[in-house]
């Protein structure tokens, strides 16, 4: 599946417009970095970010939760008004723990790692 981060860099920008807000406002308002709002507002890295962060942006902006996922992916976004589908909560939410997952998962590898190393060097002692 085909991800479009400059669709959703231009949604943000264009609606940040709108309000009349600078990028530090929207960071504060959603509670997303300074940093992610200024990596997704300029297009400057394509990562994957949680389908919370998306939708905490969303519903900071005025949209439907689900508007800048939908832009991502190239659907067209819910209505404001139209009601957040649980089942798409409940996928954001497993999508945010996987990332976690994966994150903690490439830390214990590195840990392992580090331990190794102490224990051949203290081995060879």
Known sequence: MSEDWAAVAKTINER???LGWRQRELAERSQVSQATVRELQHHTVERRRSARTLEALSITLGLHP???DAVLHG???PSADEPAD???RLVSR???LEQRIAELSEVLNGMRTDLTTVVRNTSDE
């Open 16 to 18: 940040v417009n709108v």
């Open 66 to 68: 689900q508007h800048l």
């Open 75 to 77: 659907r067209t976004p």
């Open 86 to 88: 649980r089942e798409d």
């Open 94 to 96: 497993l999508d945010s």
